[in-house]
């Protein structure tokens, strides 16, 4: 007995004739690698930017902090004397 291969179209007709139903051809879209590359490639450069972005803004944070730090420890310092010197 011959073996009949899914894709044969034999055996779409058999699949049909004894369970009633035809399979879905299945139209796959073919990709090519340079596409995946490019792909990737932007989604690199997109990350990229958004993490330099996020870094400059977090550093000028950082900096403001650490200005209000040393004016905290001012403030301190200038309470404590002026609490010593009563």
Known sequence: MKEISKDSSLNEHRQEKEYGWKPIPSKKKS????????????????GLTMGILTSIFMYKDSQRCNLLLEENKLLKEMLYYKEINK
């Open 31 to 46: 990709v090519r690698k340079k596409s995946e590359y490019n792909y990737a490639f932007v989604g690199i450069i997109i």
